[in-house]
């Protein structure tokens, strides 16, 4: 089983919609928790960073944390054609490397 | 924006030939990082480095090698490719000192290397 589990997509959404993404995990031990941004043919770029539970708000932007049911989201509001790439989540323990999920591919139409 | 450059950009090339991808980085950054990602897999770490002189095998076992002689340059050594190397090959700092534990770590990423061996 892997640590990290991220539905690989694609999501399709309209322009505008509210667009909520998710990875759960096995290792309670992981306490930060990042999402980064990967557009085609580039590489990841850190979007957002969380540490323990709770929320965290960028703009359009939010990241949250559950880490009673070790599970996080990131909801991406008022979505745009430019958010289209592949959405991947990444954390560890403070002890270890990070542990990256697949990454879930979005595509949201005009 | 990150400044962690990759070349080159897309390497097709057959199988037995010796190949260098090359990583730079301006950030003056200590901790270097290759990766290793695959369409709909998760991203595998293969080799990283603390800083000058150092290198460390990652999570996934590679049979590339790398160097660290200059805190900017972090190259990705194969000796003969084979098909089974084809992938992308993602090169990474991070402005995390120390040899200690990772803990709010930020990675910079490049935009990769596709590699291609026929």
């Known amino acids: 089983q892997k640590e990290v589990e991220q539905d690989p997509g694609p999501l399709s959404v309209p322009e505008g919609a509210i667009v909520s993404l998710n990875c759960t995990y096995s290792?309670?031990?992981?306490?930060?928790f990042m999402w980064y941004r990967q557009y085609s043919r580039k590489g990841p770029e850190l979007l957002m960073y969380?540490?323990?539970?709770g929320n965290k708000e960028d703009g359009r932007f939010t990241a949250q944390v559950d880490k009673s049911s070790k599970y996080i989201s990131l909801f991406i509001r008022d979505s745009q054609p430019s958010d289209s790439a592949t959405y991947l989540c990444a954390m560890n323990t403070g002890f270890q490397k990070l542990v990256f999920g697949t990454g879930t591919r979005l595509l949201v139409s005009p | 924006e990150a400044d962690i450059y990759q070349t080159p950009r897309y390497l097709v090339i057959g199988t037995g030939k010796k190949i260098t991808l090359e990583c730079s980085q301006t950030?003056?950054?200590?901790?270097m990082y290759w990766y290793q990602q695959d369409p709909g897999m998760e991203l595998h770490l293969i080799h990283y480095s603390y800083g000058v002189n150092s290198t460390e095998k990652g999570d996934l076992s590679s049979e590339s090698t790398v160097s660290r002689i200059r805190t900017e340059h972090f190259p990705l050594t194969l000796e003969s490719a084979r098909p089974s190397h084809t992938s992308q090959y993602l090169c990474?700092?991070?402005?995390?000192?120390?040899?200690?534990?990772?803990?709010?770590?930020?990675?910079?990423f490049g935009s990769g290397t596709q590699l291609s061996v026929l």
């Open positions: 990474a700092s991070s402005a995390m000192r120390g040899t200690g534990p990772s803990t709010n770590e930020k990675l910079f």
């Open positions: 969380t540490y323990s539970s």
């Open positions: 290792n309670s031990a992981f306490q930060y």
């Open positions: 950030m003056g950054h200590d901790k």
